[in-house]
């Protein structure tokens, strides 16, 4: 079954080659409304893959548990058998083909799927599409990455503070310097924590909201300070927090 990461290798292998160019011909013809618009954009967002257009529409396909993408140049032969093929779109330079795919349909570009990363409660969570998604912008803070919604749906700065006192995390290291392990330790601990309230069960703060007293794990000072744009507080303990990862 295609994972996150092949879904980030076929939409960079799709966006070289067709980004800025003009769809040509498509198969089915239900897609062919995109005729003449220039691609702006190939994105992954967890399974799915959107390619969208200037006209604001957007090619969504889903894998499923055997789609796959392949790019042609125009005339050669197909790779796979002409019946398994979902969606075609003809470029000047090149052909891509969804075979076997799952779901493709024509959906708005300001559609949500576009905005936001997979919802933090989904019945059906990628942890480790998210961790990779994560490191995009592999500069930015942890604890600024952990609220970015284009990334994960949902996580809020409570959320943001306790999973990462929960995993020793430093809020100030950059997403680039965390492993993929640990990263997907933080947003799975973030994910039990919110799925456990949402299921009612009582908990407390271990860090949130406790500057200034004693951490629960090292007895060390907890701190305060203001994070991100717009300013978010961040609550952390400097002395355990120390990104083990
Ligand atoms: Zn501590």
């Known amino acids: 079954m295609p ?14 080659r067709i980004l800025g160019s003009t769809c040509r011909d498509v198969r089915p013809s239900t897609f062919a409304r995109l005729i003449g618009q220039n691609v702006t954009g190939v994105e992954p967002y967890g399974k799915h893959l959107l390619i969208t257009f200037d006209s604001g529409l957007a090619l969504h396909s889903h894998l499923g548990m055997r789609g796959a993408w392949y790019v042609h140049r125009p005339g050669e032969a197909l790779t796979r058998p002409e019946q398994e093929v979902t969606a075609m779109l003809t470029f000047d330079d090149w052909i891509v083909a969804l075979y076997l795919g799952k779901v493709t349909e024509l959906i708005a570009g300001n559609s949500r799927i576009r905005h936001l990363g997979p919802d933090i409660l989904a019945e059906v969570f990628d942890v480790d599409t998210v961790g990779m ?12 990455v952990l609220l970015n919604q284009a990334v994960v749906a949902g996580i809020g700065n409570v959320y943001k503070c306790e999973s990462l006192w929960a995993e020793s ?20 601990t973030a994910r039990r924590m919110m799925l456990d309230s949402a299921l009612g069960q009582d908990r407390r703060n271990h860090v949130h909201g406790r500057a200034g007293r004693p951490c629960l794990r090292c007895s060390h000072i907890i701190r305060a300070r203001n994070q991100g744009n717009p300013p978010r507080l961040t609550y952390w303990c400097p002395h355990c927090q120390t990104s083990p990862g």
């Open 169 to 188: 995390t430093d809020p100030w290291k950059p997403v680039g310097e965390i492993d993929h392990t640990q990263l997907c330790r933080i947003y799975s």
């Open 3 to 16: 994972e996150g990461d092949t879904l980030w290798r076929t939409a960079a292998a799709l966006r070289d």
């Open 133 to 144: 998604r994560a490191r995009a912008d592999p500069v930015r803070a942890i604890g600024e």
